[in-house]
């Protein structure tokens, strides 16, 4: 089953304590993203990766890592988390249309990672 | 800058009448325009999507959305309104000549449908 795959699904930490959301595809999808979401805010990009060891920055980069060691995985580092990035996070992948270039293809959705930091 | 604009936080209907959610968006160029369906503790469902062609676009459950290039619009319909249909409601767009991979997404439009 094509799926888009994030651990944990829920997580509550303390400021300051470094985590890790893992997400992983078995799409063979080149492009991944994180978002976060926020009541009234919709959905925003944190960042993205086009294939991999290619990453770049979103809208809202600040206090987010990540790596795109494997095609397949693309985690979501918190170096030092702080209560405001408690939100709900979505990992999404795609196919790229082209050499390096996004196109129609529909973005996939993992189920959601609840971090809440205290 | 893309942006894409769901003018109503929430929307009420009664089972079995028609629905309307309303999506405006500002590109530059012609874009790629997606809907999507989030249920309560759930990931975004992927419901339909306008990237070239007929302007009314079918997509999952029923749904479906008419892309207006003149208006900037594509508002997603279904004619007969469901319970089950209930859930936060996403309008997101692509920039076709896009380099960076964005998916600019809406805030979301709550659509409850009662009895």
């Known amino acids: 089953e094509a799926q888009v795959t994030q651990n944990p699904r829920y997580l509550i930490t303390v400021t300051g304590k470094k985590l890790t959301v893992t997400c992983s595809q078995n799409m063979n999808h080149e492009y991944m993203s994180w978002y976060r979401q926020d009541p009234g805010l919709g959905l925003r990009q944190i960042y993205y990766?086009?294939?991999?060891?290619?990453?770049d920055k979103g809208d809202v980069p600040e206090g987010y890592k990540v790596s795109r060691k494997e095609k397949r995985n693309f985690p979501l580092i918190l170096e030092s988390p702080s209560p405001n990035q408690t939100s709900l996070y979505f990992c999404?992948?795609?196919?790229?249309?082209?050499?390096?270039?996004?196109?129609?293809?529909?973005?996939?959705f993992g189920e959601g990672s609840w971090l809440t930091v205290v | 800058a893309q942006s894409v604009a769901q003018p109503e936080d929430q929307v009420n209907v009664a089972e079995g009448n028609p629905l309307t959610v309303k999506c405006t968006y500002s590109?530059?160029?012609?874009?790629?325009l997606f809907w999507y369906v989030q249920y309560p503790n759930r990931g975004l469902q992927f419901l339909l999507k306008?990237?070239?062609?007929?302007?009314l676009v079918k997509g999952s459950y029923g749904f479906e959305a008419e892309f207006n290039k003149s208006q900037t619009s594509f508002h997603l319909k279904k004619p007969s309104a469901l319970v089950s249909d209930s859930a936060l409601y996403f309008c997101?767009?692509?920039?076709?000549?896009?380099?960076?991979?964005?998916?600019?997404f809406g805030r979301g439009t709550q659509l409850t449908v009662w009895p």
């Open positions: 990766s086009m294939n991999v060891e290619v990453t």
């Open positions: 999404a992948s795609s196919l790229s249309g082209g050499p390096d270039r996004p196109s129609g293809n529909t973005i996939y």
């Open positions: 997101a767009v692509r920039d076709r000549g896009s380099t960076l991979g964005r998916l600019y």
């Open positions: 306008y990237i070239t062609g007929d302007n």
């Open positions: 590109v530059s160029g012609n874009p790629y």
